[in-house]
């Protein structure tokens, strides 16, 4: 699998030859100027890898600041954060240590060694992936499943949670029909007298943000997802 790395740095100009590299040992890699830039992108891309990449003194003075921010986003908990400095310093990498950095590498670093490194870090992540988390569809549509949110036409889409789960669950079995009374006792593990003709005003909420084409009615029986609509290239 290729594994994604977002590299770190207010002057991205910076990062050419570094990202040039990675990408040429086969790692996705996104340049980030901003940790803003960084939480938008991982709501869609996920990173297994983190750097903060230092490259001047100027940016050393905030380097332990953004360790912290980083780690205080849920988005990336189980990301692998990595500082590249230049600065040998041994306070300052205690404080990134103690800040939540994995590793601090040392600038200037072989590629085949900084590579090395990598690998052994990732080695550490789970067996399932973030990448996992993610459901495509053929219209371009992502739902991020860990983060409740959905992105369609470069914008993000934050459903109601009951409306979410619903949706989730059609995309479980696409091309199945899933009875009004198999919905509710799933969400609401109750019988659908209890929740009553509440489960169609959620479904046509879902339709008016998402578009009519994502939730089918099948007359006399209930709703699926078109099993077309799913980007099978993305499940395999």
């Given at each position: 699998?290729?594994?994604?790395?977002?590299?770190?740095?207010?002057n991205?100009?910076?990062?050419?030859e570094?990202?040039?590299?990675?990408?040429?040992n086969?790692?996705?890699?996104?340049?980030?100027?901003s940790?803003k830039?960084?939480?938008?992108?991982?709501?869609?891309?996920p990173?297994?890898l983190f750097?903060?990449?230092?490259f001047?003194?100027?940016?050393?003075?905030d380097?332990?600041e953004?360790?912290?921010?980083?780690?205080?986003?849920e988005?990336?908990?189980n990301?692998?954060?990595?500082?590249?400095s230049?600065?040998?310093?041994?306070?300052?990498?205690i404080?990134?240590?103690?800040?939540?950095?994995?590793?601090?590498?040392?600038?200037?670093i072989?590629?085949?060694?900084?590579?090395?490194?990598i690998?052994a870090?990732?080695?550490?992540?789970?067996?399932?992936t973030?990448?996992?988390?993610?459901?495509?569809f053929?219209?371009?549509?992502?739902?991020?499943?860990?983060h409740y949110s959905?992105?369609?036409?470069?914008?993000?889409?934050?459903?109601?949670?009951?409306?979410?789960e619903?949706?989730?669950?059609?995309?479980t079995?696409?091309?199945?029909?899933?009875?009004?009374?198999?919905?509710?006792?799933t969400?609401?593990?109750?019988?659908?007298k209890q929740?009553?003709?509440?489960?169609?005003?959620?479904?046509?909420?879902?339709?008016e943000?998402?578009?009519d084409?994502?939730?089918?009615?099948?007359?006399?029986?209930?709703?699926?997802?078109?099993?077309?609509?799913?980007?099978?290239?993305?499940l395999?």
């Amino acid at each position: 699998m290729s594994y994604t790395i977002f590299l770190y740095n207010k002057n991205t100009d910076s990062l050419f030859e570094l990202s040039n590299n990675l990408m040429a040992n086969d790692f996705n890699i996104f340049q980030i100027s901003s940790i803003k830039e960084a939480n938008e992108k991982a709501l869609l891309h996920p990173p297994h890898l983190f750097i903060l990449d230092i490259f001047s003194d100027a940016d050393q003075t905030d380097v332990v600041e953004q360790c912290i921010e980083i780690r205080k986003k849920e988005i990336f908990n189980n990301t692998i954060l990595i500082i590249h400095s230049p600065n040998t310093e041994d306070y300052l990498q205690i404080e990134c240590f103690k800040a939540g950095a994995d590793d601090y590498i040392k600038k200037p670093i072989r590629t085949k060694l900084l590579v090395s490194r990598i690998n052994a870090l990732l080695k550490r992540l789970k067996n399932t992936t973030q990448e996992e988390h993610l459901i495509h569809f053929s219209n371009q549509m992502v739902i991020n499943i860990e983060h409740y949110s959905i992105l369609k036409n470069n914008e993000f889409i934050f459903l109601p949670r009951k409306e979410f789960e619903i949706l989730l669950l059609l995309t479980t079995k696409p091309g199945k029909v899933f009875s009004r009374d198999e919905i509710v006792q799933t969400i609401w593990k109750k019988e659908y007298k209890q929740i009553g003709r509440t489960i169609d005003v959620h479904i046509r909420k879902i339709r008016e943000k998402l578009g009519d084409e994502v939730i089918k009615t099948v007359k006399g029986v209930g709703y699926k997802l078109e099993e077309d609509l799913l980007n099978k290239s993305v499940l395999a």
